[in-house]
C-alpha cells in the first residue's frame, strides 16, 4: 500500500515538474500568463471560490487583460469595458457558435451540430429564435400570463381562509411557479405529465451542471448519466406528440428535427432537454432576486407596486383571484420601475463569461495602445460583473437601486468610466451576435412574474432574516443562486390591495 501511495506521489510530482518547466510559456506580444502549480486545474479552484476577488486582484498586479489557466482552458479576460467593442465586433478569428455546440451537445447528450451529419440544421434552428421575439412574443406573453395564474391560484392560492399567513422558502417557492408556468408555455399541458418529478430530476441533474460545463466526464459524476438519460426519455417524439398546445417556437423545432432521418430519438430529445435547461437555468434565479430585492426594500416595494396597479387599472386588479386577466407586452413596456428594478437585480447577480473561441493564431487590437496576441483554441472572455460592479460606473454598486436605470420617467442608459461612455453597461444576456436570442421572453417573463405575484400575494421576509449572498459554486454560467435558504411568509391580497394588520 505504501508502495502505491510513494508511486502515485512521486508520478504527480514529475508531472508538476514537467508542466513548471515545459508546459506553456507567455510569448512576446502576448498577455501576462497565470497558470498556478496543479496541471490541468490551474487557478479553477481560485476562481471558483470568489470569481470576482480574484479577477479584481489579478487586474490589479497585471492590468486590463491577462491569461489564466482554468480547468484545461486557456482563458485571456478583458476586464475594463472600454475595450469590449474590440473583442465584440471582431468576428473572424472569434467564434463562439462552435464552443456552444461542443458544450452544449457533450452537456446534455447528443451529437454535435457540426459533426457533418446534419447539414443546414443549425442555421434553420438558429432562424426559429424570431419566434421569441417582436411580434411572436405577443402570444408567448399571453400565455405565461395564464400559466403564471393558474399555478398561483391552484397551487399556491387555493384555500378558502386567504386571511392566514403561510410561510415557504422563497426560491423553492419561485422554483415551482417558474419551472411548471414556463414549462406550459413552451411546451403546452397534458394532464398525466409529472411536473415535479420532471422538476426534481432536472435540478439533480443541473447541481453538476458546473463539473460537465467544466468537461468533467460524466462516468464520474455519480448517477448523473441516468438522470439526464431519464430526463431525455420525458421528450421522445412520441411522447412530445400527445402534448396539447406547445408554441409555435418548440413546433418549428419539433419539425426540423423530423426532417433529418439522421437524428436518432435520443437526439431530438437531448434537444428539447437542453432548451428546457436553456429557458429555467437562469430565469428561476433571477425570478428569485427579483422578488427579494423588493420585498427587501419597502421603497422600492411600494413604487413598483403602485406602477403595476396604474398601468393596469383597479377592475383588473380587483379581479385577479377569480378569473385570469391579461396584461400585455405593450404595458409591461410602460413600468419603467419595474423594468428598472429586474435590470437591476440582474446586475447584481449575473455572474457571466462572454466568450469566443479563438480560430487562428492572430494579434487582436484593442484599442490605440493595446494590442495582444492569442493562440488558436483559447478562450478569449469578457467578465461583465466586474463592470457590474465598479464604482466608477454606478454608485455604491454593491447596493440595489430599484431607480437606477431610470431617468426622466425613460429608461437610463448613459453611464461613464475615465469620462468616456460606456456602450456595454449591463450585460446579462451576453453581447454582439452571441446574446442570448430568448432574453426579450426572459424579461418578459421576469415582469410578468413580478407583476402576477405582487398582484395576487402580500409577501413578508421573515423577522431576523440574514442577508443572502450568491453562490459562486456556478461563477461564469450565468445568475447566481442564492447560497443560502430565504424564509418568507405570503397570503392573498384583497383583490389586488394589501390588508390592514
Known amino acids: 500500500m505504501l508502495e502505491i501511495f510513494l508511486t502515485i506521489f512521486l508520478g504527480f510530482i514529475l508531472l508538476v515538474l514537467f508542466y513548471s518547466f515545459w508546459g506553456r510559456r507567455r510569448r512576446n506580444g502576448e498577455p501576462p500568463l497565470i497558470k498556478g502549480w496543479i496541471p490541468f486545474l490551474g487557478k479553477a479552484l481560485e476562481f471558483r471560490e470568489n470569481s470576482q476577488q480574484f479577477l479584481t486582484q489579478l487586474q490589479k498586479e497585471h492590468g486590463d487583460f491577462f491569461t489564466v489557466l482554468i480547468a484545461g482552458r486557456y482563458i485571456t479576460f478583458i476586464m475594463n469595458p472600454l475595450l469590449y467593442p474590440s473583442v465584440i465586433k471582431h468576428g473572424k478569428q472569434l467564434d463562439f457558435h462552435k464552443f456552444s455546440d461542443s458544450a452544449a451537445s457533450r452537456t446534455f447528450g447528443y451529437t454535435p451540430m457540426s459533426s457533418g451529419h446534419f447539414p443546414g440544421m443549425s442555421d434553420r434552428i438558429q432562424r426559429t429564435y424570431t419566434l421569441l421575439q417582436g411580434p411572436a412574443l405577443d402570444s408567448l406573453t399571453h400565455s405565461m400570463m395564464a400559466n403564471l395564474q393558474h399555478v398561483l391560484r391552484h397551487h399556491f392560492l387555493f384555500t378558502e381562509n386567504s386571511g392566514l399567513w403561510e410561510k415557504a422558502e422563497l426560491y423553492e417557492f419561485c422554483k415551482s411557479v417558474m419551472f411548471q408556468s414556463t414549462f406550459n408555455t413552451l411546451y403546452g399541458h397534458l394532464s398525466y405529465l409529472h411536473l415535479d418529478e420532471l422538476r426534481e430530476d432536472f435540478e439533480k441533474f443541473d447541481n453538476f451542471f458546473p463539473l460537465l460545463m467544466a468537461r468533467v466526464p460524466i462516468c464520474f459524476l455519480g448517477n448523473t448519466k441516468a438522470i439526464r438519460e431519464k430526463l431525455q426519455r420525458f421528450f421522445y417524439p412520441q411522447r412530445m406528440a400527445e402534448w396539447k398546445s406547445p408554441c409555435d417556437f418548440i413546433q418549428d423545432r419539433m419539425s426540423i428535427f423530423q426532417q433529418y432521418d439522421a437524428l436518432q430519438d435520443r437526439d431530438k430529445a437531448a434537444h428539447h432537454f437542453a432548451m428546457l435547461w436553456a429557458?429555467?437555468?437562469?430565469?428561476?434565479?433571477?425570478?428569485?432576486?427579483?422578488?427579494?430585492?423588493?420585498?427587501?426594500?419597502?421603497?422600492?416595494?411600494?413604487?413598483?407596486?403602485?406602477?403595476?396597479?396604474?398601468?393596469?387599472?383597479?377592475?383588473?386588479?380587483?379581479?385577479?383571484?377569480?378569473?385570469?386577466?391579461?396584461i400585455t407586452r405593450q404595458q409591461l413596456e410602460q413600468m419603467v420601475y419595474l423594468e428598472s428594478s429586474v435590470n437591476e437585480s440582474l446586475r447584481l447577480s449575473s455572474v457571466s463569461m462572454n466568450i469566443r473561441m479563438v480560430q487562428e493564431d492572430f494579434c487582436l487590437r484593442l484599442d490605440a495602445q493595446n494590442s495582444i496576441g492569442l493562440r488558436k483554441d483559447d478562450i478569449i472572455a469578457l467578465y461583465p460583473q466586474s463592470t457590474h460592479l465598479d464604482p466608477e460606473i454606478y454608485d455604491e454598486p454593491q447596493r440595489f437601486q430599484f431607480d437606477r436605470f431610470v431617468e426622466d420617467g425613460k429608461e437610463k442608459t448613459d453611464f461613464?468610466?475615465?469620462?468616456?461612455?460606456?456602450?456595454?453597461?449591463?450585460?446579462?444576456?451576453?453581447?454582439?451576435?452571441?446574446?442570448?436570442?430568448?432574453?426579450?421572453?426572459?424579461?418578459?417573463?421576469?415582469?410578468?412574474?413580478?407583476?402576477?405575484?405582487?398582484?395576487?400575494?402580500?409577501m413578508q421576509l421573515m423577522d431576523n432574516q440574514h442577508e443572502v449572498s450568491l453562490d459562486n459554486s456556478r461563477a461564469g454560467l450565468g445568475i447566481m443562486p442564492p447560497a443560502n435558504p430565504i424564509p418568507f411568509r405570503f397570503r392573498k391580497t384583497l383583490g389586488g390591495t394589501e390588508r390592514e394588520e
Not at 437562469?282 to 403595476?308: G, Q
Not at 417573463?445 to 402576477?452: A, D, P, S, T
Request: aromatic residues 10%; glycine residues 6%.
Open 279 to 326: 429557458s429555467v437555468g437562469n430565469t428561476i434565479p433571477a425570478a428569485f432576486w427579483c422578488l427579494y430585492h423588493l420585498m427587501s426594500c419597502p421603497e422600492a416595494l411600494a413604487a413598483v407596486r403602485e406602477e403595476i396597479m396604474n398601468v393596469i387599472g383597479e377592475k383588473n386588479m380587483r379581479s385577479i383571484l377569480q378569473e385570469d386577466i391579461v
Open 416 to 458: 461613464y468610466k475615465c469620462g468616456q461612455k460606456v456602450r456595454y453597461y449591463r450585460m446579462p444576456f451576453g453581447s454582439g451576435a452571441t446574446q442570448c436570442p430568448g432574453r426579450f421572453f426572459a424579461l418578459n417573463e421576469l415582469k410578468q412574474f413580478v407583476c402576477v405575484t405582487l398582484l395576487m400575494c402580500e
